[in-house]
């Protein structure tokens, strides 16, 4: 589980997050939606500390972030709005590697937890092929294998669609639809609700840094229009 008790933080003296309260569960499908400059991309980057709350705490499975950052890191993998600005090595499996290689594990571990990612991606042997030469949808691809390796119980996706053409949106969507079916927990951060709300079990909206909207889909949506939030045209 991941929790937000009272979580508030500002920015150059500018208030992004205020008094956040929120909890999700180990396997929910979560949307954070919101305009931009809401606070969803902010308040994600406390998970694995990124960030720090000027007051308040963040926990994952009951753990402060700040106690124990490595072990946050290890059960939240978090794949960035801009893929290429994470990765580390020049070929898939290299980068893949990298997380489970950082936790110290001996190389017949870091092996299969790198080929069981690239499976999840639909990525079996191009562990040699070059990032720098894969489309946008290959390398939103790579990084949610980067963040599956570390075998974490949640995975976050900031604006996963940005720049992706049609097929591609829809490969990640349906890698996510497999990954929550699996039971791994999921939240993205979105300002697009169009690709994903039919997946979602929840969806909570920020505005001005704070909860503005949480409930179920179905109901969340007819709340949304003064929110800064791209609604479907079909309803879940």
Known sequence: MIEF????FAFDGTSVLEDVSLAFGDEEFALLAGANGSGKTTLLRHCNAL???????????GTPVAADPVAARTAVGTVFQHPRDQFVAATIGADVAFGPENLGLDRPEIDRRVATALE??????RDDERIDRLSGGEQARVAIAGALAMEPTHLLLDEPFAGLDEPARRSVRSHLARLSADGTGVIVATHDLRDLVGLADRLVVMADGRVAVDDRPERALDRLDSLGVRIPSTRP
């Open 120 to 125: 999840a991606v639909n990525m079996t042997g």
């Open 5 to 8: 008790r009272e979580v508030s």
């Open 51 to 61: 960030l720090t709350p000027d007051r308040g705490a963040v926990l994952v499975d």
